[in-house]
T-cell receptor, first 118, second 112 residues
Framework: DVKVTQSSRYLVKRTGEKVFLECVQDMDHENMFWYRQDPGLGLRLIYFSYDVKMKEKGDIPEGYSVSREKKERFSLILESASTNQTSMYLC?????????????????FGAGTRLSVL | DQQVKQNSPSLSVQEGRISILNCDYTNSMFDYFLWYKKYPAEGPTFLISISSIKDKNEDGRFTVFLNKSAKHLSLHIVPSQPGDSAVYFCAASHSGTYKYIFGTGTRLKVLA
C-alpha cells in the first residue's frame, strides 16, 4: 500500500513568515508533486519533481519554491507567506513505469495540509 | 484558461439510482483521462481511468465513457450508494508528460 505522508494536517502562520510543508512517500516513487486545492478552482499544480534535485514549475509556481534532497521527501517552501496562499495543499507521488506511457502512472495523494495565513 | 471543466459543482442522487458526472476538455492533445474521488479530510484517491484509444472502461459499479469528437467524458456509478458521497475530480494528461490537469470537481450526494 502506497503511503504519502504530509507532516501537518493544519497550520496557521502569519504573513511574511517562511513556511515549510513536508511530504514523505514510502514507495520509492521517482515523481512527486505539490498541488493546492481551492473552492471552484480544483487542484492546481504548483511544482513537481521527477528525480532528486530536479524540479519543474507547474501552473502556479509564483511565491513558492521546492526542495528534493532525498528521493522520498519533497518540501514546499513559501518564502514569505501571504494571505492569498491560504489553501489546502496536497502532495502526490507516482512511479515511473518505463513499460507504460508517461501519463498512465497513477498519482497517490497525501491527506493534505490546510494552511491559514493570517 | 480552464482546459478541463466540470460544469456541475454538485449533484444529488437517490440511493440505488444512477449517478452521472460529466467532464469536458479543450486540449486535443490529451490522451489519458482519470477520475479521482475525495472524501473530506482525505487526499484524492484514484478511481478509474481511460485511454483515448477506448471509448469505455468499466470497473464494477463504475464506468467511464469517452467521446473524443465532443471532447467529453462521463463517469457513471450504478447503483449509487451513500458511501459514494464525495467530491469527484476528472483529470487529463497526454503521453509526453507526467502532469495531470484537474477539473474543478463535482460534489456528489447520494441520499439514503
Amino acid at each position: 500500500d502506497v503511503k504519502v505522508t504530509q507532516s501537518s494536517r493544519y497550520l496557521v502562520k502569519r504573513t511574511g513568515e517562511k513556511v515549510f510543508l513536508e511530504c514523505v512517500q514510502d514507495m520509492d516513487h521517482e515523481n512527486m508533486f505539490w498541488y493546492r486545492q481551492d473552492p471552484g478552482l480544483g487542484l492546481r499544480l504548483i511544482y513537481f519533481s521527477y528525480d532528486v534535485k530536479m524540479k519543474e514549475k507547474g501552473d502556479i509556481p509564483e511565491g513558492y519554491s521546492v526542495s528534493r534532497e532525498k528521493k522520498e521527501r519533497f518540501s514546499l517552501i513559501l518564502e514569505s507567506a501571504s494571505t492569498n496562499q491560504t489553501s489546502m495543499y496536497l502532495c502526490a507521488s507516482s512511479f515511473i513505469d518505463r513499460g507504460k506511457r508517461r501519463a498512465k502512472n497513477i498519482q497517490y495523494f497525501g491527506a493534505g495540509t490546510r494552511l491559514s495565513v493570517l | 484558461d480552464q482546459q478541463v471543466k466540470q460544469n456541475s459543482p454538485s449533484l444529488s442522487v437517490q440511493e440505488g439510482r444512477i449517478s452521472i458526472l460529466n467532464c469536458d476538455y479543450t486540449n486535443s492533445m490529451f490522451d489519458y483521462f482519470l477520475w479521482y474521488k475525495k472524501y473530506p479530510a482525505e487526499g484524492p484517491t484514484f478511481l478509474i481511468s481511460i485511454s483515448s484509444i477506448k471509448d469505455k472502461n468499466e470497473d464494477g459499479r463504475f464506468t467511464v465513457f469517452l467521446n473524443k469528437s465532443a471532447k467529453h467524458l462521463s463517469l457513471h456509478i450504478v447503483p449509487s450508494q451513500p458511501g459514494d458521497s464525495a467530491v469527484y475530480f476528472c483529470a487529463a494528461s497526454h503521453s509526453g508528460t507526467y502532469k495531470y490537469i484537474f477539473g474543478t470537481g463535482t460534489r456528489l450526494k447520494v441520499l439514503a
